[in-house]
């Protein structure tokens, strides 16, 4: 039995080396790599023809995630009606690898190390700091997102001891549990290496409140697939790169974002975000909000898969969301996610996620948003298909009529 873990989708998002373009001269444009793509990819389920954004945003309503879905799977929810703070709980990954440094406890409100090491206890990641010496008293312990390791910054965001991470790429996959990335087994020394350890921003359990969100006040309908893609910082992953598309495919928006905070891996591999790309980059995050704030309204419906990580990155609250992760959810249930590359080679008959530069934020949200419309069509299908099993209810019957 082949057996995936694919934690790597809780943290790695999928990504594209856009430029800051405006929407009309993007949405002309196609870039180089989507000309290069072969062409033998069956069509897609995208038929806007068939069905308006309103029809749309009513077949989706039974698909929206409660407030309680929308918490178990790690989406930022406001403190309280109205406020722009935020929190966020952020289940466990499951760990593929044999040596765990601690145990998870999942119902946990705050997440400790579980004193397998020679931790006091005293150590909560991203909150305490364990020494007080002079020199470590501001520290904080991380978890790198990579090689499991645990180091240590000060608050600051400086690094205490500069320590090579030497890491697998690759997911944990197959029987006999090997790297994709260099088919080592489980637990082998990592075939990759980069100067520091890496961070999510986040820790598992309860974080927050967290500063900077914002949230649309008033209503202005639509539907609308969103991608963000992620780069590594002293402060964890930050936005870096974003696309929304409409239901018809059509780009309405896509920037390069400036992080906040110091670059320490741009994560090209899977962010598709190269040194260069940020160089140019002009916008924050906070223009990047603006931006979005003027056409995602309170009742707009935002789809994407794990979406949960890019309004975490683009620190947006809101309530109306479809996330193919629910939609085409794992077979061995929640919090396993299937990933958006094999539903869109399963369902689309389309490979995304395949080139080398990394990802694509537009492709990966034409295919969410083509995830979405081919659940729609399907059960639109299936009630047309129920009501044409009764006949005998119909009024007019055509054999009869044309005797
Ligand atoms: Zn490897
Ligand atoms: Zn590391």
Excluded at 11 to 39: G, I, K, N, W
Excluded at 254 to 269: E, W
Excluded at 355 to 383: F, Q, T
Aim: proline share 8%.
């Amino acid at each position: 039995m082949h057996i995936c873990i694919q934690w790597h989708d809780w943290f790695y998002q999928e990504t594209d080396a856009s430029s800051v373009d405006s929407a009309s001269a993007a949405t002309r444009r196609r870039r180089p790599r989507d000309r290069r793509r072969p062409p033998a990819a069956p069509p897609t389920p995208s038929t806007p023809q068939r069905i308006s954004t309103e029809e749309l945003a009513e077949a989706l309503r039974p698909h929206l995630l409660s407030p309680k879905r929308m918490w178990a799977m790690g989406y930022p929810l406001e403190i309280k009606p109205t406020s722009t703070k935020a929190v966020v709980y952020i289940n466990p990954p499951p760990r593929p690898r044999p040596l765990q440094l601690t145990t998870w406890d999942v119902n946990a409100p705050e997440f400790v190390p579980g004193g397998s090491q020679s931790d006091s206890g005293r150590g909560s990641w991203g909150s305490t700091p364990r020494s007080d010496s002079d020199e470590e008293a501001d520290a904080v312990e991380h978890l790198c997102v990579r090689c499991d390791k645990i180091f240590r910054m000060t608050r600051e965001g400086e690094y205490l001891v500069e320590e090579t991470c030497a890491y697998h790429w690759g997911r944990v996959c197959g029987s006999d549990s090997r790297y994709t990335c260099c088919n080592s087994t489980l637990g082998s020394k990592g075939c990759s290496t980069a100067r520091f350890h890496v961070w999510s921003g986040t820790r598992p359990g309860m974080n927050g409140p967290l500063e900077g969100y914002v949230r649309a006040r008033s209503p202005k309908g639509g539907v609308y697939a969103l991608d963000a893609e992620m780069c590594y910082t002293t402060a964890g992953l930050e936005l870096a790169s974003i696309a929304v598309i409409a239901a018809d495919g059509r780009l309405v928006y896509k920037s390069l974002v400036k992080p906040s905070s110091p670059v320490v891996d741009h994560n090209t591999r899977f962010s598709g975000i190269r040194p260069r790309d940020l160089a140019r980059a002009t916008k924050t995050l906070r223009d990047v909000q603006n931006d979005i704030l003027g056409f995602v309204g309170s009742d707009t419906i935002l789809i994407g898969h794990a979406l949960d990580n890019d309004l975490r990155a683009l620190k947006l609250l809101h309530s109306a969301v479809v996330d193919t992760c629910a939609l085409y959810p794992h077979s061995r249930g929640f919090p396993l996610r299937r990933s958006l590359r094999a539903l869109s080679e399963e369902l689309l008959g389309r490979s995304v996620q395949r080139g080398s530069a990394g990802h694509s934020p537009l492709e990966d949200a034409r295919a969410a948003m083509d995830l979405v419309l081919l659940k729609v069509h399907e059960e639109r299908a299936n009630r047309t298909r129920l009501s044409n099993q009764l006949p005998m209810l119909q009024p007019y019957d055509p054999l009869i009529s044309s005797a």
